[in-house]
């Protein structure tokens, strides 16, 4: 199995391409679109690397995934999935999401939250494959309520439950955020096996190089707010100390209405 990622240094994101080397399917997890905010223009530069690389390699999209619906940047699910097909997919959770925010985000009269804009909607224990490579679902809530994390051979793709260890873990203040639950969730992550790849969704270094994976013993030896013994109440109050601190992030209104959608 073949695993690149690529990093989206203005919002920090990694977008981590898989393939089986057999069959030569492939998925892309957590497309960037470019976007400035000041003229509100798109671009794709920065996913064009990617359909570059599955052009070049000949390789199939079966699967364009989200962790989540991002509230940072803008997804690409769609100039993928027009330059290359694949089926757009996105955890259940997605609906309360959508429920949450439709009166709230000017989605248009005519928006559904039904999930309907995405290809397929994904639930705890949902086995996907590509080519000879299963793709485990596990539902990973706390930070938003459709949060997913991926599993696929010995990598973990975790969206923004943890971050790298001298970074933590995701903020819990947004609607449908919950500390509790992310407590739970990153406790589930850091029983997998130690060795585990984690594939990270962001990464904001100031005093080295941007790092895309970490294993799970990385975290629970080093992670600042969960290496070992992690224990609930201290991570809670942590957790929610820390949010109420953070400002909203900048792209967060022109992401949310183009992520619930699926990129529309």
Known sequence: MIHQSFHHSAT????????????QHCIVIDSVL???AKTEQTSSESVDQIISLINDKEWQLKYILE???HADHLTAAQVLKSNLG??????LGIIKVQETFKDRLPLGENFNADGSDFDLLLSNGDVLLMGQHAIEVMVTPGHTSDSLTYLIEDFAVIGDTLFHPDSGSARCDFPGG???ELYHSISRILSL???TKLCLAH????????????TVSDQKTGNIHCKTPFDAQRYIETRTMRDA??????????ALIHNIQAGH
């Open 12 to 23: 920090g994101t990694w977008t981590h391409v898989f393939a089986c080397e057999k069959t």
């Open 34 to 36: 470019d976007y400035d």
């Open 67 to 69: 962790t989540h619906a």
């Open 86 to 91: 694949g089926e757009v997919c996105i955890g």
């Open 178 to 180: 919950d500390a509790a």
């Open 193 to 195: 096996p130690d060795e």
């Open 203 to 214: 990464d904001y270094p100031e005093n080295r190089d941007a790092v895309s994976v970490v």
């Open 245 to 254: 601190q953070l400002a909203p992030p900048c792209l967060i209104e022109p």
